[in-house]
């Protein structure tokens, strides 16, 4: 079960994460557009990135983008969650959604 999940604008792309199973954070392509899945976490307060991830291997790779923020968010500390698509490593944010999330 997550404890939080966000999917883009138009489901192509869904970012997921797992507190009690290592604090795992992943970001999936979910659609075969040619497309890469990217996502970022921030401190809410200070917009600071804590976390930015990808799945460039597009929706027929077998794995997703995964990641880890250290050291971890203290008690309480509000994140920002934001999930998107691009075009290549240098494309634009296309089809974003966005989430939050209460350590």
């Not at 804590?50 to 880890?68: K, M, P, W, Y």
Request: charged fraction near 20%; proline fraction near 4%.
């Amino acid at each position: 079960m997550y404890d939080a999940i966000v999917y883009t604008s138009n489901d192509s792309g869904v970012l997921t994460f797992e507190r009690f199973a290592g604090s795992r954070w992943k970001v999936c392509d979910l659609s075969a557009d040619g497309m890469r899945a990217v996502a970022e976490v921030r401190d809410t307060s200070s917009g600071g990135l804590l976390l930015r991830i990808q799945d460039a291997s597009g929706s027929a790779g077998s794995r997703c983008g995964e990641g880890h923020i250290y050291p971890p968010p203290y008690s309480g500390q509000r994140l920002s969650l934001k999930v998107w698509v691009q075009n290549g490593a240098n494309g634009s944010t296309q089809r974003p959604g966005y989430g939050s999330y209460t350590w």
